[in-house]
């Protein structure tokens, strides 16, 4: 039988979750919380989407969600647009290369993998930024970002995996 | 698969390179994302700013005994100040209007909120709510009460952004305050400005004063903007006036220098 236009649109808004879901946590972590060091002390949630849908839900995370999820930080942040969007395509290909290990893994396995994205995509973004810019960028408030994101991983992890229960299966 | 990461990625150093040379169509896309974005992250920070006006709330309650005494104290300090402002503001206006002096005094052309801190590692910006409806064009300067914050860099429909003065890329003509020698404010990146281009028998002492000098044309000259913390060989650390951690409302100054007439076909030029 075939699904009705209710089902139809029940099964896009599940297929379009991950990408409402870094859509709204990207505006979230732009917002003035009137902290210190704006923007570094936040983690980058582009990369935790995307890493930890990519290992649980490849089929969601296309690479054109991933580019688009790129371009749309890329444009808020003000930043070059294109950086985000490149350090994202190449996370999607590292998880791919490492998904048998990492859907079999320990959560611990998880996470290491996690760090090692975190800060490959945190130097491909300060070689690229760089170049764009000319000029040998700070990588102070890089790895500052990169360590909150590695710290701040276990409790993304549990939210999406209580979202991912709730919604998705 | 493969293939389409690959056009991905071209696409997106396509991206790059567009914007690198300035191109119109990667700047619509960028102000046109923030011109929808504004209004959500409008009502998304309305829940995070009433938490933070109950925690001064809480605070302030805690130590309102001890609050009262300082600023009683602040106000018989600010009320002989505020004698000696007047009679010298009247002094110099009277001094002015003998000399005939054209003084620069930009008004605000809008109070504006900042909705969102659109920044990372590599960009020092934030994003107001305020854009051509308002009037805001390019290169306006941006202060808070304290001292200036940064420039108007893109502006849509409703929203702009403004890159701050910590943005690598933001170079600002300045004085010291205290010797009159100029200098130039250089971003860093980090919450430490860098003061270079001073001349050789420079001086300049920690807790010296930079204002702007207005030099450049986008600054008036004269608003306040930075402190000396450290001087470590040529190296001269500066720290921003303005609360550019925790900015909440700033005001954009209606300041563009009036263009030379050339006279020759009509058209103007600008410095």
């Known amino acids: ?169 | 698969m493969r293939i389409t990461i690959g056009f991905l990625l071209i696409l997106a150093i396509g991206f790059l390179i567009l914007s690198r040379l300035d191109n119109p169509f990667v700047e619509k896309l960028k102000t046109g994302a923030a011109d929808l974005a504004a209004p959500v992250l409008e009502v998304l920070s309305w829940p995070v700013e009433k938490v933070q006006d109950m925690g001064s709330w809480f605070g302030g309650i805690w130590n309102v005994n001890e609050e009262n005494q300082r600023l009683k104290a602040e106000n018989a300090r600010l009320r002989q100040w505020q004698q000696v402002a007047q009679r010298l503001d009247m002094e110099n206006r009277r001094l002015s209007a003998l000399l005939n002096a054209k003084l620069v005094r930009p008004d605000a052309l809008a109070t504006a909120r900042v909705v969102g801190v659109a920044g990372g590692p590599f960009v020092r910006s934030v994003l107001i709510n305020a854009g051509r409806d308002l009037g805001i064009a390019e290169n306006l300067a941006v202060i808070d009460e304290n001292g200036i914050v940064g420039r108007v860099i893109a502006v849509g429909g409703n929203s702009a952004r403004v890159l701050l003065i910590t943005d690598l890329n933001s170079r600002i003509p300045v004085r010291v305050e205290r010797s009159a020698q100029n200098g130039i404010l250089i971003g860093q990146n980090i919450d430490r400005l860098e003061l270079g281009f001073l001349p050789i028998d420079r001086d300049i002492v920690v807790g010296d004063r930079l204002l702007t000098s207005g030099h450049g044309g986008i600054f008036p000259p004269d608003f306040p903007i930075g402190v000396v913390t450290a001087i470590n060989g040529e190296r001269v650390d500066v720290a921003s006036l303005a609360f550019l951690d925790k900015l909440d409302f700033v005001q954009i100054l209606d300041y563009v220098i009036p263009q030379i007439d050339t006279g020759d076909d009509g058209e103007e030029t600008g410095q």
């Open chain 1, 1 to 169: 039988m075939n699904p009705t236009r209710g089902e139809w649109l029940q099964m896009a808004l599940k297929a379009a979750s991950p990408v409402f879901l870094a859509l709204g946590l990207i505006l979230l972590a732009m917002l003035p919380y009137g902290m210190a060091y704006p923007g570094i002390i936040i983690p980058n949630v582009a990369v935790i989407v995307v890493y930890y849908w990519l290992i649980h839900r490849p089929d969601l995370m296309t690479p054109a969600i991933v580019f688009f999820i790129g371009l749309i930080l890329d444009f808020l942040s003000g930043g070059p647009p294109g950086l985000n969007a490149i350090s994202l395509l190449l996370v999607s290909i590292f998880v791919a290369k490492q998904d048998d290990i990492l859907i079999r893994g320990s959560f611990l396995l998880v996470w290491a993998g996690l760090a090692v994205t975190a800060v490959g995509a945190g130097f491909v973004s300060w070689m690229v930024g760089s170049l764009y810019m000319a000029d040998v960028l700070n990588v102070r408030p890089l790895l500052v970002q990169t360590l909150i994101t590695i710290a701040f991983y276990p409790l993304f992890s549990w939210m999406f995996g209580r979202l991912h229960k709730s919604i998705l299966e």
